[in-house]
């Protein structure tokens, strides 16, 4: 199996990513995964309009992003900081969400903390509210290839609620024992720290949508 994974990481996790990506260089060498990486000042390797980048990139800038002659994804603005985890099944049926056969682009959380934990190669990591780490693509077959996870749903986020709606609407998820979600179960013992750096919008026991940035990336009246 031959596969390659783009990292576009932005320029203050520079230094944290390339850390990540040398721990888990067995891993990927046993794959055969060639990985990429890019940060808003350089290319690592020349990658052309082959990659694939965040409709609404958070960290990089996009002048920048288009300089390096960057693509852009057409509508595969899927938004997770990792600790969302697909299944087998949801895998068979999630291609009604994504276009261009990409399957997911996240945020990689606290890859700095990784070497703390004994964690499996791209699992979400503990201690999340640590900051942003990078932004992570790959394709729908590399994603299975690479998983196979079993986690307790616990302790969702905006983000994470967003996507499970968008999900839902496109029709190839629904919350039962035949298409299965998992979300990591999150060490909270840095709670008060991340509510100020991160809240989260909440109606009541609900994660709060941005309706209007999720009608611009699904058109007008997917919210609905």
């Not at 960057?70 to 009604?96: C, M, P, T, W, Y």
């Not at 979400?124 to 299975?144: I, L």
């Not at 999150?186 to 509510?195: G, L, M, T, V």
Request: hydrophobic share 40%.
């Amino acid at each position: 199996m031959n596969m390659t994974i783009v990292v576009a990481a932005y320029r203050l996790a520079e230094q944290a990513m390339r850390q990540f990506l040398e721990w888990n260089q067995t891993v990927f060498e046993k794959n055969n995964v060639q990985v990429l990486m890019v940060t808003d000042r350089e290319v690592d390797l020349p990658y052309g309009n082959c990659l694939v980048y965040p409709k609404q990139p958070r960290h990089l800038s996009l002048p920048r992003v288009n300089n390096y002659g960057i693509k852009r994804a057409e509508g595969i603005v899927i938004k997770s900081d990792l600790d969302i985890i697909f299944s087998d099944q949801i895998l068979n049926h999630i291609s009604n969400v994504v276009r261009d056969s990409y399957v997911f682009i996240g945020i990689c959380a606290n890859i700095d903390s990784l070497a703390e934990m004994d964690a499996k190669p791209w699992h979400s990591f503990k201690k999340r509210f640590w900051g942003w780490g990078a932004c992570v693509a790959m394709t729908r077959h590399d994603w299975g290839a690479l998983h196979g996870y079993n986690e307790e749903i616990w302790g969702w986020g905006d983000d994470d609620h967003e996507l499970v709606a968008r999900l839902k609407y496109q029709s190839c998820l629904s919350l039962n024992s035949f298409y299965p979600l998992f979300h990591m179960n999150h060490d909270q013992r840095k709670s008060s720290e991340a509510d100020a750096f991160f809240p989260i919008r909440k109606q009541e026991n609900a994660a709060y949508i941005d309706e209007a940035w999720y009608e611009e990336a699904w058109g007008e009246g997917a919210y609905d």
